[in-house]
Structures are given as structure tokens and as C-alpha cells.
């Protein structure tokens, strides 16, 4: 990725190219790797000799020329032009800044059919459009640079009920349903920021027919989130903190090793491929490059941790087996529990948290799922800060039924324990404020 701007956004926002014929003083101003993304603009919009433009700053070119280009796409946007408005909006810019910043930071990539949870209307008004989804633009094709390949990327803003039926499902799925109703989206996915009704209510019957159809047949390819979440192992005396590695008032977290990171990032991608059968990858895995998955970042939070302890060499952590675990999240993380077992589990696949308040992991897995260090001997098992959790389809249907009042939040007060003695489980649904603690 060059660097993140509206390139592809139809109207007033689409980039200009400098031209063949431009004088070399004014074609140095444009860095080689755009000169092909301006000239695909151009072929797409050969009326916009001289559109508004915003550009960073700072700006981030890699080297790769076999392969993808920095990160390796450009995100675009396809904004429905308000009554009486005639010159561009530049709240699109300051939003496609705000990811490519989590991008940059965090370098977690995007990919087709992640969502992205934003919690905020996306121009800042009273709009229902509060989330997003990213889809392969419809009209911009792949471009070749003297840097790699890069990939547009549309920005699709959808409703808070569209991405919980992506993250239950799919985001490609909601995507088609979006590109079959005109006034949502239509087959060049439009953004309207004034749209009022979800496409379950312009639709009530078919849409959501389709949507139950596809986690039945499907399940969810949301094979992780970045959530406020964290593990204590209870089998250990609160004191006994040299190998055991939870989250603890008072304590400072260990931070996840560089192969563990690259593995959790590799679980997150494997989560996408839903039609091959589920794979951990090795815990001793290498540094694998341009891995793409679907992370949920929001709008405040990144993936990385702000810890300075010292990373334990990945090579001098061993894996433990646990008796009995406590896992904690905040509201929004708990209610994404029962997909994480229906969605995810059900289907014999795996899902990650990992956490944006400490350097940790929690990874559930099904007994289909190879690779894993948690097995049905011992269903609990830590790697450094990283958990993995193995339960059985017996188990989770019922830990589905117990859990049943997650699917409406809004009705329980906070904090809420779930327990499972027989099983050495604990699960606790906490306030914000808990995992906003320095001491977290």
C-alpha cells in the first residue's frame, strides 16, 4: 500500500493522473508508485482532469516487486453525492487515515469481506452508517507499480445490524445482499449516510432468510477479533507468576514472542478459508509475509500493546496444561461468545481474542482443528500469554444454552458470571472500565 488516500472514490474525489506530457518538474511531484494508480483513475474517469486531492504527509513506500506493494492495497470509497452539495466531502479522508494508521501501527492487513467496527457514524451525524465493510473495488482493477501489485479496496458503510449479520455470517454474504438493493449500496456498493432502514427492514422476510440459510449452511469465517479481554489461570496460587501467564491486578503481562504473534496472525488468516479443513499452524512457525485476515479494529484501539516488559525468547516459553481457567471480557467481546461457538465451533473450526489492552491471546478450538496444544486430555493449555481452549460439541451446545442471554446485552447489568465447576470454568462479562485500568 503507497499510501492510503480516496484514489478510487467515483466524483469529485478521484485522483489525477500527471499525464504522459507533463513537464518533469510537475511529474517529480508524484512519487513512481502512483503514476499507475492514477493512470487506472484516469481510465475510470477520464472527465476529472483536476479532482480534490488529500495526501499524507508522511508517506510509506516498500520495495517488492514480485510481490504485493507495501501492504499491498489502496482503500476507495463510493460516497452518494447529498442534495445541493457541490464540492466533496473531506471526512472520507480523515476515516481512511484512521485505518491506515491502525494498519500502519499494527501491520495487520485488510482483506475482502473483513469488517471493520467503528461505533460512531461514519461522517459524525446522527447517520445509522456507523460500521464498515471492504469489498474488491467493482471498477479499479489490480495495478502494477514499480513497487508490486496493488488491490483496491471499496469502503462500504453498512448499519450496526448489517455487521452483526457479516460477523455471524460472512461479510461477503452481506455484501451481496447490499449489491441487490438499490438504495443500499446497488452493484457499485454506494455509501448513502442518509439511508434510515437496514436491508432487513426494507426487506424483512428474504434478506434475513438468507442470512439464517448461510450461518446454517456456512458458519462464521470470523475467525478472530482485537477485544478488551483477559485470562487468569486459577489452577496456580495467585503469587505463582513466574510461567503462569494471565492477566492480573498488579501484575505486569509478559508480552507475546514474535513467532507467537506470527502464528496467532496466521490462525486469524486461516479462519478465512473455509472450504479446507482447519489448520493451527505449528508453534514453531516462521515469520510468514503479506498475511492477510480479519481483524476488527475500532476506532480507538490497536492491536499492539503499550507494554515495555521485556519479550521472553519464544524458544525459552513452554507450554503449560491448566486445570482451571477464568476468562474475562468486556460487554461487546461477550456478546460475540455465542458466534464464536455457534459460528465458529460448530463447524469444527477456531476463534481468536486478542487483546488491545494487554499482550495476550484467548483461542477457542474445536475438536476438528489440527495443530492445536489444547487437546481433549487437556482441554486448557497456555503458551506464554497465549491460551487456547478445546471444547467438545457437547460442551458447547451447552455453553450456548447457558449462555443464551448474551444475544441481548442490553438486558443484563454488568458484571455477569457464568460458571461451569465440572468443566473448571469461569467466564466473566465486565464493565469498560475494568480493562481501561493502568493496572490491566
Known amino acids: 500500500m503507497a499510501e492510503l488516500r480516496p484514489s478510487g472514490a467515483p466524483g469529485p474525489t478521484a485522483p489525477p493522473p500527471p499525464g504522459p506530457a507533463a513537464p518533469p518538474a510537475f511529474a517529480s511531484l508524484f512519487p513512481p508508485g502512483l503514476h499507475a494508480i492514477y493512470g487506472e483513475c484516469r481510465r475510470l474517469y477520464p472527465d476529472q482532469p483536476n479532482p480534490l486531492q488529500v495526501t499524507a504527509i508522511v508517506k510509506y513506500w516498500f520495495t517488492g516487486t514480485d510481490g504485493p506493494s507495501g501492504f499491498g492495497f489502496e482503500l476507495t470509497f463510493r460516497l452518494k453525492r447529498e442534495t445541493g452539495e457541490s464540492a466533496p466531502p473531506t471526512w472520507p479522508a480523515e476515516l481512511m487515515q ?52 496493488v488491490t483496491f479496496l ?27 438493493v438499490p438504495i443500499a449500496g446497488g452493484p457499485w456498493l454506494i455509501t448513502d449516510m442518509r439511508r434510515g432502514e437496514t436491508i432487513f427492514e426494507i426487506d424483512p ?94 476506532r480507538k484501539d490497536s492491536l499492539e500493546s503499550d507494554s515495555s516488559t521485556a519479550i521472553v525468547p519464544h524458544e525459552l516459553i513452554r507450554t503449560r496444561q491448566l486445570e482451571s481457567v477464568h476468562l474475562k471480557f468486556n460487554q461487546e467481546s461477550g456478546a460475540l461468545i455465542p458466534l464464536c461457538l455457534r459460528g465458529r465451533l460448530l463447524h469444527g ?13 484467548i483461542t477457542f478450538v474445536s475438536t476438528g482443528v489440527e495443530g492445536a496444544f489444547a487437546t481433549e486430555e487437556h482441554p486448557y493449555a497456555a503458551h506464554g500469554p497465549w491460551l487456547q481452549i478445546l471444547l467438545t460439541e457437547e460442551f458447547v451446545e451447552k455453553m450456548l444454552e447457558d449462555l443464551e442471554d448474551l444475544t441481548s446485552p442490553e438486558e443484563f447489568k454488568l458484571p455477569r458470571e457464568y460458571s461451569w465447576p465440572e468443566k473448571k470454568l469461569k467466564v466473566s462479562i465486565l464493565p469498560d472500565v475494568v480493562f481501561d485500568s493502568p493496572l490491566h
Open 98 to 149: 484512521g485505518l491506515a494508521r491502525y494498519v500502519f501501527q499494527s501491520e495487520n492487513t485488510f482483506c475482502s469481506g473483513d469488517h471493520v467496527s467503528w461505533h460512531s457514524p461514519l461522517d459524525n451525524s446522527e447517520s445509522r452508517i456507523q460500521h464498515m465493510l471492504l469489498t474488491e473495488d467493482p471498477q479499479l482493477q489490480p495495478v502494477q507499480t514499480p513497487f508490486g501489485v
Open 154 to 180: 471499496q469502503i462500504v458503510g453498512v448499519c450496526t445490524e448489517e455487521l452483526h449479520s457479516a460477523q455471524q455470517w460472512n461479510g461477503q454474504g452481506i455484501l451481496e445482499l447490499l449489491r441487490t
Open 205 to 298: 422476510h428474504l434478506q434475513q432468510e438468507r442470512v439464517d440459510k448461510g450461518i446454517e449452511t456456512d458458519g462464521s469465517n470470523l475467525s478472530g477479533v482485537s477485544a478488551k479481554c483477559a485470562w487468569d489461570d486459577l489452577s496456580r496460587p495467585p503469587e505463582d507468576d513466574e510461567d503462569s501467564r494471565s492477566i492480573c491486578i498488579g501484575t505486569q503481562p509478559r508480552r507475546l514472542s514474535g513467532k507467537d504473534t506470527e502464528q496467532i496472525r496466521e490462525t486469524l488468516r486461516r479462519g478465512l478459508e473455509i472450504n479446507s479443513k482447519p489448520v493451527l499452524p505449528p508453534i514453531n512457525a516462521q515469520r510468514q509475509n503479506g498475511l492477510t485476515h480479519d481483524r476488527t479494529p475500532s
Open 349 to 361: 473450526r477456531h476463534f481468536t481474542y486478542k487483546s488491545i489492552t494487554g499482550d495476550m491471546a
